[in-house]
Each structure stands twice: as C-alpha cells, then as structure tokens.
C-alpha cells in the first residue's frame, strides 16, 4: 500500500504547522466549490503532511459559511489517508479545563445550514457513523498528549451547534445535564459524516477555551477570554501534531477500524441509474467503489 498522508484541519487559532520542510501553498480545485483556503504542503521528519486552515488565513470563514464537503474532498483528492481535527470548543464538565484538549468519540449534530453529504438523487449512499472517530488515530493522540506533557481526556461527546452565537443558558444546561455532552463547537459537523463518506479515518482533538454558560462561577462565554486561552492551545496543538506524526507515518496499512472501507456497502443507487454526473464529481471521494 502507498504511505501515509496527515491531514491537518485547524481552527480559531490554527492558521499553519511549523516545522514543514518543502512547505507550499497549493490550490485545489474541487467540484463542490472552493476549500476554505489553499492547502499547505510538506513534510515533517519525512512523513508527508497537508494542512487547512478551516476558517482560512485570517480567520474569514464562519462555521456555517465553511465549505465542508469541498474542503475534505480537496484532502482526499491531494492524497490524505488520516484526518486530524484540532478545534477549540467550550466545556460542559469541570475537569475538562480551559487549557486542556479533549479527544472525543461522540458527536451529536445540532447543525442545520450546511450540505451534509456528497451523495444524493442519482446516487444515494448511507455510511454508518455510529463510531464517527478513527480509534487508531484516537490512540495516537492520546499517547502524543501524554509525551508532550498536555492534559488531555480520552473520550467525550461533542455537540456541534449551528452557530455563530454561544450557547443560551437554558440551551447549555440542557446539552449538559439531560443530553450528557462534554465539549460544545460549531465545525466538526458535518465535518467528521463526510470524512467518513470520503473513506478517510478521522479524529478530533477538541481544546478547550471556556466553561460555556453552564458554569456558575465563569458567567457567559467571552471572546477576549477565549483569544487568550486559543494561544496556549494553538501552540500546544503544533506541539501535538510534531508529536504525533511519526506515529503515523510510513506505508499506510489496513484500518482496523474499517474507515477505509466505509462506503464498501453503503452505495443503493443501481449501476444503470446512476446519475453521470454526480458520479464524476465523487471521482476522489468515491472512487474506489465507483
């Protein structure tokens, strides 16, 4: 099998990766629109790396204006095996602090504004996302966490709201205390439902900024507290990515898994009804199978 490529999708406050040597701005062209940014090419101890600045350089994106379903087909399409997600969130429990990050393997998608698959009339494809998080990459970056001295939790369900406001009080304690979430953010739906159709493995690591509303001692969410938190976490998460991408380079294998093989059933549409057109732009996402 060819080697491995990580891919590298960073938010509020990740807008590149140090330490990339050949490091290059590349366009791609997708057929679902423009990705968020160009994508930056390189390699990192001679493993070859790709990262996206969701939100783009300079921050002009908003959660729900981010072109999801051509950003991860960009990735797949310039050889991206596994998805790294780094993005900040609020906390609904007190032990995951600001400051620390959490890997989650849960999500629950409150998003409504935004195409959520690369499929559909022409040909319809169901992929399961019942366990949404690559768990291989999930080891990975918890041992990266621990070598790299940052406080991390292993596991987590993550809501993923509309946005571009916070959370209501009312809405905080729900998802809280009725609904069991851990983290809250806006971007990792339907992000982490169309890697999986892509066949890509997928992993977050989710840094805490803020308490949300929830918490009675920290009041509502501020944005001026959340930019200082973002930088020690922006710093830690390159930290991070140095940490982990030797553990994930080299000749790629089977994943055990199985997100590589995710759309192996899941296509319904019959040969001969396949509407020619949509197959043609799943070229990368769907290739394998079409």
């Given amino acids: ?10 938010g509020s406050g990740v807008y590149d990766i140090d330490g990339l040597k050949g490091a290059e701005w590349v366009e791609v062209e997708t057929p679902w629109g423009k990705p ?13 790396m790709a990262f996206l600045p969701r939100h783009g350089r300079g921050h002009i994106q908003t959660p729900s204006s981010i072109n999801y379903r051509a950003n991860i087909d960009a990735l797949k399409r310039i050889g991206v095996t596994d998805v790294i997600s780094v993005s900040a969130c609020g906390s609904f429990r007190e ?17 409504f504004g935004r195409e959520k698959s690369f499929f559909g009339p022409g040909c319809v494809g169901h992929v399961s996302v019942a366990h949404p998080v690559c768990s291989r990459l999930g080891n990975a970056l918890e041992a990266a966490c621990k070598s790299s001295g940052i406080t991390a939790h292993r596991g987590g369900t993550y809501l993923a709201m509309e946005g571009p406001q916070f959370s209501s ?61 973002l930088t020690g976490n922006s710093a830690n998460a ?35 009804h396949r509407d020619a057109t949509l197959v043609a732009k799943l070229d990368a996402v769907a290739g394998r199978i079409l």
Wanted: glycine fraction near 8%.
């Fill in 238 to 272: 390159k930290s991070l990515i140095a940490q982990v991408a030797p553990s994930l380079g080299g000749e790629r294998t089977v994943c055990p898994s199985g997100c590589d093989r995710a759309l192996e059933y899941a296509i319904m549409t019959a040969p001969d």
């Fill in 36 to 48: 968020s940014d160009s994508i930056l090419r390189g390699s990192l101890d001679g493993i070859e």
């Fill in 95 to 111: 032990e995951m602090a600001p400051g620390h990050f959490v890997i989650t393997d849960q999500f629950i998608d409150r998003t």
């Fill in 169 to 229: 009080l009312a809405e905080s304690k729900m998802y809280r205390e009725v609904w069991g979430c851990d983290v809250i953010g806006m971007t990792n739906m339907p992000e982490a439902k169309l890697a999986r159709e892509a066949e890509l493995c997928y992993a977050t690591v989710a840094m805490v900024t803020d308490y949300d509303s929830w918490h009675p001692d920290h009041g509502e969410v501020d944005v001026t507290s959340i930019i200082q938190v």
């Fill in 1 to 10: 099998m060819a080697n491995a490529m990580i891919g590298v999708i960073g």
